[in-house]
C-alpha cells in the first residue's frame, strides 16, 4: 500500500531532549516536506528536499533541523526542544511529473508535546 | 511571496443543502492550487487539483472548484452537503517548481441534520 509513514505519531518530552520524528514513504517520490498546524494557523512548511541530499527552509525552519539522505527517509530533528514547538506534525511527499510537483500525499501526523 | 487566504473560519450548512468555500491567493505565476480536506484525527487528502487548461475541475466526493484569475479565486463547491463532510478543508498553492507550500488557515464545516 502507498503510504507516508510517521513515527512516533505521539510523544510527550521535556524542553532541551533531543528528539527525531521520522519519515519514511514507499512511493519513490521525490518531493518530501515537513509541516506543523496550529489551531487557526493552517498548515505551515518547516522544511521541504526536491530530491536526495537536496533540501530548503520553509516558513517557520527556526528550532528544526532535516537531512535527506535516501529518497524514502526525511526526519525531522529537534534539537533542543522547546514548549512552543508544541504541535500536531505532518510529513508529506510528491512525485515530479513533467517537471511539476503533484499533490502531497500526507502521513496521519505525529503529536508533540513539550513541557 | 506566495499566500493563501480562506475567509471563512467556520461554516453551517443543512445537510443537503449546497456549499461553497471560498479560497484566495496570490502567486507571480500560474499557481498550482489544490484543496484538500482532514477528518478529525486524519491527515489530509487531496479532494481535488488544478494545474492548466479547464477553469473547472472535478474532484472526488461530488466537489468541483473554479479558477478565476481575474478574481485570484478558486472557490470549492458542492451541490448538496452530506453529513459524512463534516471536516476542516485547505486551500494550497504548491509546492511550486522552487518547492514552496503554502496552505490556507482551513475552513472548518459543520453539517446540521
Known amino acids: 500500500e502507498a503510504q507516508v509513514t510517521q513515527n512516533p505519531r505521539y510523544l510527550i518530552t521535556v524542553t532541551g531532549k533531543k528528539l527525531t520524528v521520522t519519515c519514511s514513504q514507499n512511493?519513490?517520490?521525490?518531493?518530501m516536506s515537513w509541516y506543523r498546524q496550529d489551531p487557526g494557523l493552517g498548515l505551515r512548511q518547516i522544511y521541504y528536499?526536491?530530491?536526495?541530499?537536496?533540501?530548503d527552509k520553509g516558513d517557520v525552519p527556526e528550532g528544526y533541523k532535516v537531512s535527506r539522505k535516501e529518497k524514502r527517509n526525511f526526519p525531522l530533528i529537534l534539537e533542543s526542544p522547546s514548549p512552543n514547538q508544541t504541535s500536531l506534525y505532518f510529513c508529506?511527499?510528491?512525485?515530479?511529473?513533467?517537471?511539476?510537483?503533484?499533490?502531497?500525499?500526507f502521513g496521519d501526523g505525529t503529536r508533540l508535546s513539550i513541557l | 511571496a506566495q499566500s493563501v487566504t480562506q475567509p471563512d473560519i467556520h461554516i453551517t450548512v443543512s445537510e443537503g443543502a449546497s456549499l461553497e468555500l471560498r479560497c484566495n491567493y496570490s502567486?507571480?505565476?500560474?499557481?498550482?492550487l489544490f484543496w484538500y480536506v482532514q477528518s478529525p484525527g486524519q491527515g489530509l487528502q487531496l479532494l481535488l487539483k488544478?494545474?492548466?487548461?479547464?477553469?473547472l475541475v472535478q474532484g472526488i466526493k461530488g466537489f468541483e472548484a473554479e479558477f478565476k484569475r481575474s478574481q485570484s479565486s478558486f472557490n470549492l463547491r458542492k451541490p448538496s452537503v452530506h453529513w459524512s463532510d463534516a471536516a476542516e478543508y485547505f486551500c494550497?498553492?504548491?509546492?511550486?517548481?522552487?518547492?514552496?507550500?503554502?496552505f490556507g488557515d482551513g475552513t472548518t464545516l459543520t453539517v446540521k441534520p
Open positions: 508529506a511527499s510528491s512525485p515530479r511529473g513533467q517537471g511539476v510537483n503533484q499533490p502531497q500525499h
Open positions: 512511493m519513490n517520490h521525490e518531493y
Open positions: 528536499s526536491m530530491n536526495v541530499e537536496v533540501t
Open positions: 502567486y507571480g505565476a500560474t499557481p498550482y
Open positions: 488544478y494545474f492548466s487548461g479547464d477553469t
Open positions: 494550497a498553492v504548491g509546492p511550486t517548481n522552487a518547492g514552496k507550500s503554502t
